[in-house]
Nanobody, 123 residues
Framework: QVQLVESGGGLVQPVGSLRLTCVAS??????YGWFRQAPGEERVGVAS????????NYADSVKGRFTISRDNAKNTVYLQMNSLSAEDTAIYYC??????????????????WGQGTHVTVSA
C-alpha cells in the first residue's frame, strides 16, 4: 500500500512563494503529480514528474512559476511555487501512479492520493 503525505501549505501573500513537500512510502511508483482543487471547481493537474528520468509536465497556468522536482533517495516530491496569486488558492494534492510512462496531468492516471494541503494566497 502506498501512502502520500503532503506538507508545506499555508497562508502566503501575493507574489510570495511556498514549497510543498510530498513524502511517499510503500511501493515504488512510476510518476508523481500535484493537483489542486479550488472551492467550487474540479480538481486539475498542476505538475507531474517521472520518477526515473525526471521528465516534467506543467499546466499552462503555472508554467514559469512552479517547479516540480523529486528526490528518489528520500522518496520525496516537491512543488516550488513562486509568484503566487489569489488564483492559486486551493487544496493541493500529491498523487502517484504507474499507469503510463509519461508525466501525466490526468487524475484518471493516478492510483494513489494524499490527504491534501491548503494553500491560501491573500494579502
Amino acid at each position: 500500500q502506498v501512502q502520500l503525505v503532503e506538507s508545506g501549505g499555508g497562508l502566503v501573500q501575493p507574489v510570495g512563494s511556498l514549497r510543498l513537500t510530498c513524502v511517499a512510502s510503500g511501493s515504488t511508483l512510476t510518476y508523481y503529480g500535484w493537483f489542486r482543487q479550488a472551492p467550487g471547481e474540479e480538481r486539475v493537474g498542476v505538475a507531474s514528474v517521472t520518477r526515473q528520468l525526471g521528465r516534467t509536465n506543467y499546466a499552462d497556468s503555472v508554467k514559469g512559476r512552479f517547479t516540480i522536482s523529486r528526490d528518489n533517495a528520500k522518496n520525496t516530491v516537491y512543488l516550488q511555487m513562486n509568484s503566487l496569486s489569489a488564483e492559486d488558492t486551493a487544496i493541493y494534492y500529491c498523487a502517484a501512479g504507474r499507469t503510463t510512462w509519461q508525466p501525466s496531468l490526468l487524475s484518471s492516471d493516478y492510483n494513489y492520493w494524499g490527504q491534501g494541503t491548503h494553500v491560501t494566497v491573500s494579502a
